[in-house]
C-alpha cells in the first residue's frame, strides 16, 4: 500500500498521508516523506507543500508497535529536521490529533493550520518515555518554556484554540481543511519566511523556574520517571545548542524507551485498547442503546445514572417511594453540581443533564428502555422483587442488568421470563468517574446482550472488561486477597504505618489500611457476618475485631488509624496495638512488603485464569489500574509479577 501520495494544486504541493487506522510513522510513511521532501525540492512549479492526511486523524505518533524493535532508517529526527531544510516551506494541515511524532513533524514544517476540532500535543510521558524527535528542544522555541513545559511533562493535549493562543498553531480554520490549508499558505507565501523553529532563541526562564518544576513535577510523578527526564530535555534545551540538545533528548528517549516502566505503560496501552472491542465478540452487534432506565438512586443508582446522561442517554430513575426518589434526584443534581463547581460543566450543561433525567415510582415508566441497570439494596430478596417487575413492565427484549457486588447473578436472574437479555454490570464507585466496568454473564446471557455490556462501555467511555462468575468477580476477589496478605505482614509484627507507607511508595495514593478506613471497614464486615449467619464457616479477621469495637474507619474516627476530628490525616493509633497485640507475634516476614504483596494480588490472578474468571492476564491488569489505585506504570500487579500471558 503507499503511505504517501503527491498531488498538485496550482504551485503547491499536496503530500496525503493515508496509514490507517492512525497514520502511525512507521518505517514506510517515514521513507515516504523522506523521499516526497526531494520529490518537492526538485520540482522548480512546486512553491509549497501542504501536509494533510486521510482518515480519522493526523499523523498520531511514533508507531508504538515497532517500540520494541531495532531503530530502523529514516529516523524521525533526521527526517523532521530534512522537512524543516527543504527548499520549499511545508505547512501541516491538521485534523484529529497531531500527538508525539506526529505534532514533532508539524513543528518541522514552516507553518502549522489546524482545524477547530483538532487537537495537538506530547503524549509520551504517558508511554514512559520523552519526546524522540525533538519535541522538547522546538516546543520551548515556538512557545516559550512555560508552555512546552505544560505541553511535554502532563502529556495532556491541547484544543485548537487553547494551542494557538499559546502559539503552537499559526492558523484555525473551520469547514474545508485542505481549502483552508491551501489559502493559508498562498497568504504566507507572499509575507518573508518566518525562521525554521530550529533556528529561533529560546529565553531562558527564571533562575528558580527549574528547582520549582522539579519539585512540583516529582510530587505529581511518584516514581514514574518520565517526567522528570523530561525535564532535563527542557532544562537542556535552554542551555545547550540545538544540536547538542537534540543529542541529549534522543539518548533519553532510547533509554526509556527500554525501561521497564515504558514497557508497562505500552502494555496498558494496548492492553487499554484491545477492551473495548474483544475477539470473541468481532461480529456480534450489539443491541440498540437510546433509553435507558436506572433502578435505585443511592451511591450506586445516582453515579450510574450521570455516566448515562453524560454519554447524552436519556434516564427513567425509579426509587421505592417519593421520599427516596426525591433523595434520588438530589443526589444527581449534587453529581452535577459539583461538576460545575469544578469547571467540568456549564450550568447550561448541568441542566441539560438532569433535564435527561424522568425520576418515577412508577415501573410502567420504563416501557420503553432499551436497558435497565439495577442498583437497589444488596439483598436477594429486594433484587427479586425488582426484577419481576422489570420482568413485567419492560419490553421483552430490553437489557435487564444488575449492579451486585456480591450477590450471585445466576441467583438474580432466576424466576425471569427471559435470562438470556440478563447480565451483571459492576459499576465502581464513583460510578460517573471510575472507568472500570466489569462485565458479567451468566450462562444463558444472549451473545448480543454480552455485546451490548460493551457497546455500554465504549458509550460511557469506560473499560469494559468480561468477569466470570465467583465472589468478587475479578476484582474484589483480587482485594480480599491483597487485604488478607496485609493482615498476615501485620500479624507478623509489621506495623500498620510500615506497610501502608510501602505500598504508597510503590505508586498507590493510599496503603491497604489508610484505604480501608477510607471507605469503611463495615461493609466487608457485615458480608462476613452474614456468611457466617448462613453457616459458612469465615476465619476472624483483624478488622472484624476493631469493628467490633466500634473502628469503622474515617466515619466513627477511629479505623486502622485514629483521626481527629475534620482531619483525615491518619494517625498510628495505640488503642489498636492493644486491641490486637494478642494476635500479632513477631515472626520473619518479607522484607520487601510491596514485592510480597503483589504478588499475592498476582498469585490471586492467576487462580482467577486458571478459573476461567477472567479471559487474559491484561484484563485483570485493567481492573486493578482502573478500579483500585494499582499504579499504571508497574502496568498491573500481572506484568509487574512477570504474568504476561
Ligand atoms: N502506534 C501504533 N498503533 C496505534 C497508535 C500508535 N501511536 N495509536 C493508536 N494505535 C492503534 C490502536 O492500537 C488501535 O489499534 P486496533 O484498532 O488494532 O485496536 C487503533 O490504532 C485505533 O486507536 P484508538 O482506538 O485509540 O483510536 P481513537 O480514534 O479512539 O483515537 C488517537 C485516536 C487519539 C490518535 C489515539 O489512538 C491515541 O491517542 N493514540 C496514541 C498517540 C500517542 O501516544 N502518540 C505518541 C506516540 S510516541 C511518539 O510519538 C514518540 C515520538 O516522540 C518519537
Ligand atoms: P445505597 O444504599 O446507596 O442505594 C440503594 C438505593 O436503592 C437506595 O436509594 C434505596 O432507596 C433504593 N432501593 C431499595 N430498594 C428499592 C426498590 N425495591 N426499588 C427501587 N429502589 C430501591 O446502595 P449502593 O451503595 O448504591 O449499592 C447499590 C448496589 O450497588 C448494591 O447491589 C451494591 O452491592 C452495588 N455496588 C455498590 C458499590 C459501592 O461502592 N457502594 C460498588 C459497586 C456495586
New binding site residues.
Given amino acids: 500500500m503507499t503511505v504517501t501520495t503527491l498531488s498538485r494544486q496550482g504551485a503547491i504541493a499536496i503530500v496525503t498521508v493515508n496509514n490507517p487506522p492512525v497514520n502511525a510513522l512507521s518505517q514506510a510513511l517515514r521513507q515516504g516523506l523522506w523521499d516526497a521532501v526531494a520529490t518537492c525540492d526538485a520540482d522548480p512549479d512546486i512553491r509549497a507543500v501542504v501536509l494533510i492526511c486521510a482518515g480519522r486523524t493526523f499523523i498520531a505518533g511514533a508507531d508504538v508497535s515497532e517500540f520494541g524493535k531495532p531503530p530502523m532508517e529514516p529516523h524521525l529526527p533526521d527526517l523532521v529536521n530534512r522537512i524543516e531544510a527543504a527548499a520549499k516551506p511545508w505547512v501541516a494541515a491538521i485534523h484529529g490529533s497531531a500527538l508525539g511524532g506526529g505534532f514533532e513533524v508539524a513543528m518541522g514544517c514552516r507553518f502549522r493550520a489546524a482545524l477547530d476540532t483538532a487537537s495537538v500535543g506530547l503524549p509520551e510521558v504517558g508511554l514512559g518515555i520523552v519526546p524522540g524527535a525533538s519535541g522538547t528542544v522546538r516546543t520551548p522555541r515556538l512557545a516559550g518554556v512555560a508552555a512546552a513545559v505544560e505541553l511535554v511533562t502532563t502529556g495532556k493535549p491541547l484544543g485548537a484554540a487553547k494551542a494557538q493562543s499559546m502559539g503552537l498553531l499559526d492558523a484555525v480554520v473551520t469547514g474545508d481543511l485542505l481549502q483552508g490549508a491551501l489559502d493559508f499558505t498562498l497568504t504566507a507565501l507572499e509575507q518573508p519566511l518566518p525562521l525554521p523553529i530550529s533556528e529561533r532563541p529560546v529565553a531562558a526562564p527564571a533562575p528558580e523556574f527549574w528547582a520549582e518544576q522539579q519539585t512540583a513535577i516529582a510530587r505529581r510523578a511518584k516514581g514514574e520517571a518520565a517526567p522528570l527526564r523530561a525535564l532535563d530535555c527542557l532544562r537542556k534545551a535552554t542551555e545547550a545548542p540545538f544540536a547538542e540538545a537534540l543529542a541529549f533528548e534522543r539518548a533519553t528517549f532510547l533509554d526509556l524507551r527500554g525501561s521497564e516502566q515504558a514497557a508497562a505503560l505500552r502494555h496498558v496501552f494496548f492492553a487499554e485498547r484491545a477492551a473495548p472491542r474483544p475477539a470473541h465478540l468481532a461480529g456480534v452487534p450489539p443491541l440498540p442503546l437510546r433509553h435507558t432506565g436506572v ?7 445516582a453515579g450510574i445514572a450521570a455516566a448515562l446522561r453524560d454519554a447524552d442517554l436519556p434516564v427513567v430513575l ?3 417511594d417519593a421520599e ?1 426518589l426525591a ?2 434526584v438530589a443526589n444527581l443534581r449534587s453529581i452535577f453540581d459539583a461538576a460545575v463547581k469544578r469547571g467540568r460543566l456549564t450550568a447550561d450543561q448541568a441542566e441539560a443533564r438532569m433535564a435527561g433525567i424522568t425520576p418515577s415510582t412508577d415501573y410502567a415508566a420504563l416501557s420503553d428502555t432499551d436497558l435497565v441497570i439495577e ?4 439483598d436477594l430478596s ?1 433484587k427479586h ?2 426484577f419481576d417487575a422489570l420482568g413485567r413492565f419492560c419490553r421483552s427484549d430490553a437489557v435487564l442488568a444488575t ?4 450477590l450471585d447473578p445466576r441467583r438474580i436472574a432466576e424466576g425471569l421470563p427471559n435470562p438470556a437479555r440478563f447480565i451483571g454490570l ?4 464513583p460510578a460517573n468517574v471510575m472507568k472500570l466496568l466489569e462485565i458479567v454473564p451468566v450462562p444463558e446471557t444472549a451473545p448480543e446482550v454480552l455485546a451490548t455490556g460493551f457497546a455500554l462501555g465504549r458509550a460511557l467511555g469506560k473499560i469494559p472488561v468480561q468477569a466470570g462468575i465467583c465472589e468478587g468477580f475479578i476484582g474484589n476477589r483480587i482485594l480480599k486477597r491483597y487485604r488478607m496478605a496485609a493482615e498476615s505482614l501485620l500479624r507478623k509484627g509489621v506495623t500498620i504505618a510500615k506497610i501502608d507507607a510501602a505500598m504508597r511508595s510503590y505508586g498507590f495514593a493510599m496503603g491497604p489500611f489508610e484505604a480501608q478506613d477510607l471507605g469503611g471497614l463495615d461493609i466487608a464486615f457485615l458480608q462476613r457476618e452474614a456468611a457466617r449467619a448462613s453457616g459458612q464457616d469465615v476465619p476472624e479477621t483483624l478488622g472484624d475485631l476493631l469493628v467490633r469495637a466500634g473502628r469503622k474507619g474515617q466515619k466513627t474516627g477511629a479505623g486502622w488509624y485514629d483521626y481527629a476530628p475534620g482531619d483525615r490525616t491518619p494517625r498510628p493509633s495505640d488503642a489498636v496495638a492493644k486491641l490486637l497485640a494478642d494476635r500479632i507475634m513477631p515472626t520473619a516476614a518479607p522484607t520487601d512488603i510491596a514485592a510480597y504483596l503483589v504478588a499475592e494480588m498476582a498469585a490471586e490472578g492467576q487462580a482467577i485464569l486458571a478459573d476461567g474468571i477472567a479471559r487474559n492476564a491484561a484484563d485483570i491488569d485493567l481492573v486493578k489500574i482502573h478500579g483500585y489505585g494499582f499504579p499504571r506504570w508497574r502496568g498491573g500487579p500481572m506484568f509487574a509479577s512477570g504474568t504476561r500471558g
Avoid: K
Fill in positions: 433502578i435505585g438512586g443511592g451511591t450506586m443508582g425509579i426509587e421505592r427516596a433523595r434520588g442498583a437497589v439494596f444488596e429486594v422483587a425488582v449492579n451486585t457486588s456480591y459492576h459499576f465502581f464507585s
